[in-house]
């Protein structure tokens, strides 16, 4: 591997109104490596990528790219530079096709200026299939699935041809088949000379992928080491400066009456006949792969998607639950995958998202009580401890550890008792895991129910009671979490139905 840097980035200090978001942070790049960019979220990761992605301006410092001195003027500029970053958060035009997206903005054109459709969708297909991923580039990207819109994203990036190229969780939505796919297309990178930031919380991934890796921690660089010499305890604790005893706090409570008693649901072509009871006091894990029916179970029981058959029982009445309005007048709370499109408002404050389910406990007679409101949000900042200036910052310039926890403290301000939590610690260091499982646990003693969603086997049998696995749409099997293991999840979750 070639020593000499091709980027250095030097006493990089960015400041935002209120926030010093990073503080003298100083990143040495060598080709053809790929380098770890770890720390909790709020640690400054993303702030330090847009900035060498040209969203953001740095306030100080020095930026080298190739031995000479450059300035990013924006995003086009960068690319330019062969800087490509892929976001954590889908950046698709939804609507277009998968190669159309691949080159938007970039569309090659004939010799009359006219866009050159037939080049475009094969020169798409090529890259899509050296990525090794059967997509179709005349798909349309809202057709596609969650992880094939991924690799659509890393398509784009590569399209690029980047010599530098950044990946914030580029594995949060991929199987571990398409991982394996993912890894080996950064290895005929690294090959190449493509150097690589790989942003992730999976701390197992990064010792099969990663060479080096940088910690930040409240904007700091904590120091660069080479991957083959930490543990993930190592990793730990450089990143939240204290020991985590364990990974899985779960501490269990005292199974209470029945809240939700679910017959015979059934949506045509996604769910087939789901039958299942929470009580309070626990959590149902609910495990399978990526389209067995998680979301689209979790969507039919907050009246986001409607059902073709079955009954629905909240605290032992049959209730009809027609929209999310009816399920949260019942009692229900539902922490969506998708928290930017569909758990939060990204332009309004962390008060007002945290108040907004609540809005009719906060009014009187048509007026608002400002103060109660404020003491309920701020009750809920501390209590999660969401890292914010204060309670009329806009979610939006939150980290996405932060945007999760505003998410959750809706539901609490509003009091619910039935929470549906569809992967709750998905893009979320491993410092805010724990601190959301303590309230996890919390909730389950004051006598709340918790369905929760996971793609995390371990994080599943961490904090589960009991388990119930799906698979195209059915429910295979559910056992108790103590004793189970993840072959045997898997099992089910394949339609291998041996108890393994």
């Known amino acids: 591997m070639n020593n000499v840097p091709m980027l250095e980035m030097q006493h990089i200090r960015k400041t935002f109104p209120g926030v010093v978001a990073l503080d003298d942070v100083n990143l040495t790049l060598r080709k053809g490596e790929v380098h770890i960019l770890l720390g909790e979220n709020g640690a400054g990761k993303s702030t330090l990528v847009k900035i060498l992605s040209g969203a953001y301006q740095k306030t100080e410092g020095k930026i080298i790219l190739n031995g000479q001195e450059v300035e990013i003027r924006g995003p086009r500029h960068a690319q330019e530079l062969g800087i490509g970053i892929i976001y954590q958060e889908f950046n698709l035009v939804f609507q277009l096709s998968a190669a159309e997206n691949i080159f938007l903005g970039r569309e090659r054109t004939n010799k009359l200026g006219l866009i050159d459709r037939k080049q475009i969708f094969e020169s798409s297909q090529k890259i899509l299939d050296n990525l090794g991923v059967k997509i179709d580039a005349f798909s349309?990207?809202?057709?596609?699935?969650?992880?094939?819109?991924?690799?659509?994203?890393?398509?784009?990036?590569?399209?690029?041809?980047?010599?530098?190229?950044?990946?914030?969780?580029?594995?949060?939505?991929?199987?571990?088949l398409e991982i394996k796919e993912l890894f080996a297309t950064i290895r005929r990178l690294k090959k190449r000379g493509v150097t690589i930031i790989y942003i992730s919380h999976r701390l197992e991934e990064l010792f099969e992928i990663g060479d080096r890796v940088s910690v930040l921690r409240d904007g700091k660089q904590v120091g660069t080491y080479p991957?083959?010499?930490?543990?993930?305890?190592?990793?730990?604790?450089?990143?939240?400066?204290?020991?985590?005893?364990?990974?899985?706090?779960?501490?269990?409570?005292?199974?209470?009456?029945?809240?939700?008693?679910?017959e015979g649901l059934s949506r045509k072509g996604v769910l087939d006949n789901i039958n299942l009871q929470l009580h309070r006091g626990e959590v149902l894990g609910i495990a399978g792969l990526l389209g067995s029916g998680r979301t689209e179970l979790a969507?039919?029981?907050?009246?986001?998607?409607?059902?073709?058959?079955?009954?629905?029982?909240?605290?032992?009445?049959?209730?009809?639950?027609?929209?999310?309005?009816?399920?949260?007048?019942?009692?229900?709370?539902?922490?969506?995958?998708?928290?930017?499109?569909?758990?939060?408002?990204?332009?309004?404050?962390?008060?007002?998202?945290?108040?907004?389910?609540?809005?009719?406990?906060?009014?009187?007679?048509?007026?608002?009580?400002?103060?109660?409101?404020?003491?309920?949000?701020?009750?809920?900042?501390?209590?999660?401890?969401?890292?914010?200036?204060?309670?009329?910052?806009?979610?939006?310039?939150?980290?996405?550890?932060?945007?999760?926890?505003?998410?959750?403290?809706?539901?609490?301000?509003?009091?619910?008792?039935?929470?549906?939590?569809?992967?709750?610690?998905?893009?979320?260091?491993?410092?805010?895991?724990?601190?959301?499982?303590?309230?996890?646990?919390?909730?389950?003693?004051?006598?709340?129910?918790?369905?929760?969603?996971?793609?995390?086997?371990?994080?599943?049998?961490g904090m589960s009671d009991r388990i119930a696995v799906m698979h195209q749409g059915q429910l295979t099997a559910e056992f108790p979490a103590q004793g189970a293991t993840q072959e045997k999840i898997m099992g089910y979750a394949l339609g291998v139905s041996n108890g393994a």
């Open 227 to 262: 991957i083959a010499d930490m543990t993930q305890t190592d990793l730990i604790r450089l990143m939240v400066d204290r020991d985590l005893k364990t990974q899985f706090p779960k501490q269990y409570a005292k199974r209470g009456e029945e809240l939700l008693r679910v």
């Open 299 to 461: 969507r039919a029981l907050f009246g986001v998607d409607k059902i073709d058959a079955g009954k629905i029982f909240i605290r032992g009445k049959r209730q009809k639950i027609t929209s999310p309005r009816d399920a949260i007048m019942l009692g229900l709370g539902f922490l969506t995958e998708d928290r930017k499109s569909q758990g939060l408002i990204m332009t309004l404050s962390v008060k007002e998202n945290v108040c907004l389910p609540s809005v009719e406990r906060f009014s009187r007679w048509g007026i608002m009580d400002l103060k109660a409101e404020d003491q309920a949000a701020h009750q809920s900042v501390q209590e999660l401890r969401i890292k914010t200036p204060g309670l009329s910052q806009k979610v939006v310039y939150l980290s996405g550890g932060n945007q999760q926890k505003v998410v959750m403290s809706k539901w609490l301000c509003r009091q619910a008792d039935i929470l549906i939590f569809d992967e709750p610690t998905r893009g979320i260091d491993v410092g805010a895991k724990v601190e959301i499982y303590k309230l996890m646990n919390r909730l389950t003693a004051e006598g709340t129910g918790i369905i929760m969603i996971s793609s995390e086997l371990p994080e599943i049998l």
């Open 140 to 176: 349309l990207v809202k057709d596609l699935g969650v992880a094939q819109q991924q690799m659509v994203e890393v398509a784009k990036a590569l399209s690029l041809d980047a010599k530098l190229l950044i990946m914030d969780e580029p594995t949060s939505a991929l199987t571990d």
